[in-house]
């Protein structure tokens, strides 16, 4: 299965952009790339998917490589809301499996006021 | 918010005893899954189901069941709660597999004591 790999942690100023960074080097050309992130003490919150295209909605931009071994959670303008553990990760259609790979551990990120 | 509950919130049950947790959605999803998550290992899948009485395992499976007789309904049971089985369960569903993104529970913790 395809692994996706994340820093463990990353800081960031209020109202400034973050660039939340994911290699996924063994992706297949069924993979989507997924975001998701969680607050302390809630379950996940979904919040951007793509395939091959770079992807917009009101919580983030998704930034996708050309050779899409690697993918960037772009926030805008970060608020002390968005402190939470972001996770990437991969889920494939083609293989016919709806198997969910392992979250992992996901990147902790600080906003800093 | 998708619409998704969990029962109960919390547990404490002792060692030996058999629990089932459930997950109810009013979305009509098709897919729906259980993951536990404890500090260090991230989300871990534990078992999917893909339709009524279709089921599969995960990664972490080993002392889990699951049932899903109706499409709103997935139960999670321990047959024989060991200590091991702690954790901080997360139903998500989706409404296809690869592209569909998760929507998940706020979780039911549960201590086995």
């Known amino acids: 299965d395809a692994k996706t790999t994340q820093p463990n942690s990353m800081e960031s100023n209020e109202e400034e952009p973050v660039h939340l960074p994911c290699n996924h080097s063994t992706i297949s050309g069924t993979d989507y790339i997924h975001w998701y ?13 793509g395939l091959t295209s770079n992807v917009n909605n009101r919580m983030a931009s998704l930034a996708i490589a050309e050779d899409r071994k690697s993918s960037t959670l772009i926030l805008h303008r970060a ?31 600080t906003v800093l006021p | 918010d ?3 509950t969990q029962s109960p919130r919390h547990k404490v049950t002792e060692t ?36 009524v009485k279709d089921t599969d395992k995960g990664e972490v499976s080993d002392g889990y069941s699951v049932s899903r007789s109706k499409t709103e309904d997935f139960l999670l049971t321990l047959e024989s709660a060991t200590s091991s089985q702690t954790s901080v369960y997360f139903c998500a569903i ?18 086995v004591t």
């Open chain 2, 94 to 111: 989706s409404e296809w597999a690869g592209e569909s993104p998760l929507h998940f529970g706020n979780g039911t913790r549960l201590t």
């Open chain 1, 37 to 49: 992130r969680q607050l302390p003490s809630q379950g996940p919150e979904y919040v951007i998917h």
């Open chain 1, 79 to 109: 608020t002390l809301r968005d402190a939470a553990v972001y996770y990437c990760i991969l889920r494939d259609v083609g293989s016919g499996s709806a198997r969910q790979l392992t979250f992992g551990s996901g990147t902790q990120l």
């Open chain 2, 2 to 4: 998708a619409g998704i």
């Open chain 2, 16 to 51: 030996g005893t058999p629990v089932t947790l459930r997950c109810h959605q009013t979305e009509n999803h098709r897919y729906m899954y259980w993951y536990r998550q404890d500090p260090g290992h991230g989300l871990r899948l534990i078992h999917y189901s893909y339709g």
